[in-house]
Every structure is written in structure tokens, then in C-alpha cells.
């Protein structure tokens, strides 16, 4: 059987049959090789890229947290901005009453005492003496919606950044308070202690229109023989002909309570940080849920 070598280093068989020639199948095999290790290359590139993806999201996720953290320091400062705490220089609240009760000491005696709800306030406003001619700390008491509340009173709030409260009271301060006091500032009872002396104000019960028995305390007339309706009479009110008239501020039957009422050199016996409480030995003005000023 005669073989020919064709150009393209093919062993041609004369029966018409093709085999391939050594150097052929060494390039086959480089070429495989080759593809074989672009294939390694490209695992290990794919690999390579997949840490440096994990890498990246590692640590896409720990300056995640680390912001996030952050934020969340940013944030707790920005309450305590917010509840800045100036209980060390003011003395005056806006509470509630919620009641009478009695306390105990040790030696067992009793001490009837209000209690009063203080929701921390909210300082809204701040005056001076170069702008306003005095100086004083308006504080303002439980946060309620802008329902049918006017945009002039929703305004005062909005402008000075705080939540719209239902009660605003102002006290007046020296002028080198306001200086250490800020809009949005918090005052809660922290800024009493047990033993202070204070005075609360507050409106009275409204009892309607009263004689002058129940409204002064006149002991009315006599109840012997032969005196007939007389018993809770006020009486004489004046002379006749001098001076010929009633006096201003003569003692009357008349509307009772609803008035502008401050007891004074009242005693704190507790204060109850955690419920907001403060209990004030003996009676305040007004019923109960009824506002109060408290200001030692």
C-alpha cells in the first residue's frame, strides 16, 4: 500500500482513508491546554470577582451599620437637643389635679395631700426685655391636633418648631434665665424637690349664684319669737341720708367660684418622677382635672 504526504502533513492512503500526523495531534493537544486553562482562568477570575463582590458587600453593609449607627447617634443627640432638661433653672409648671389622698411618716401620722399630673412641658416662647419690655418663659401644656384650632394659633407653634398645646402659661424670670433657656426645652418635676415651698394657682369651683351666708359667711338673723324670715337675711347694707349710697365692695349675695384663686406656702411632700406626680401637702383651687400653676 503506497502513502503520500499531502501539503497539509496528511498521510493519504491509497484505500481512500485518512490519518492524521503527529504534529497535528500536538496542536490538538496545545489547543485543548489552552482552552482548558482560559477555562481555569476564567473559574478563577469568576471566583476572584465573587470575594471581591462578598468583600465589597461586607463591607458595603458594615459602613451601612456603621452609618446607621451614626444616624442613630445623630439622632439621640437630636432628641436630647430636642428634651433639652432645664429643670436646674426654673422653678414653675403647668400640671393637673387629679386628686386628694393621704400620706404617712414613719411615726404613723397622717398628712392630707393633693396630687398633681405634670406632663413635661414644652418651653414655646421666650421674652426680653429689649424686644417685649419684660422677660419671661411661656411654657405650654398637653399636646392636642390643629382641629378647630385657628391658623393664627397653629402658626405661633409651627414658627417656633414645637407640637400645638392646649395650654400656655407665662411666668415672668429674670433676664439671665432666659439666656440659659431654649425654645423646645422640657421642664418636668424633676425641677421640684420634697420639702420645697410653693404656690399653686388655679380656677375654683363655680357654685352658681349664692346668699351671703354660704358666699361670706354672715351668721344671718335671730331665730327667737316673732322674727319671720330674717334667718338668712344680709341685713342692714348702709346708712340712709350720709353718704346716702352702698359702698364698693359691700359684702352681697352674688355668683360664687370660678375665680382666680392661689393658695400659698404649700409644702411638697413627694415627687414621683417616674408617673409624673407631685404631691403637695394640703388643699388646691379647683376640681379635679382641673389646670393648676405650680411656681415655688
Known sequence: MEKKEDNQNKIVDTSGETQESPNQKSDAESN???????????????????NLSDKA???????????????????IDNDKT?????????????????GMTQLFDEDGSSYPVTVISVEPNTVTQLKTVSKDGYSSVQLGFETITEKNKSKAYIGKFKSAGVAVKSVLKEFRVESKIVDLVKV?????????????????SGVSKGKGFAGVMKRHG?????????KNSVMRKPGAIGASADPGRVWPGKAMAGRMGGENVTVRKLSILRVDSKLNRLFVNGSIPGANNGVVYIKS
Open 32 to 50: 485543548l491546554k489552552a482552552v482548558d486553562e482560559s477555562k481555569d482562568s476564567k473559574l478563577t477570575s469568576s471566583s476572584e470577582s465573587d
Open 57 to 75: 458587600d461586607s463591607s458595603k453593609n458594615i459602613d451601612a451599620e456603621k452609618m446607621h449607627d451614626k444616624v442613630q447617634d445623630s439622632n
Open 218 to 226: 354672715f351668721g344671718g338673723g335671730r331665730r327667737s319669737h316673732g
Open 82 to 98: 430636642k428634651v433639652d432638661n432645664v429643670n436646674e433653672h426654673l422653678s414653675f409648671v403647668i400640671g393637673k389635679k387629679v
Open 184 to 200: 423646645g426645652s422640657k421642664v418636668t418635676v424633676d425641677a421640684f424637690n420634697v420639702g420645697d415651698i410653693v404656690d399653686v
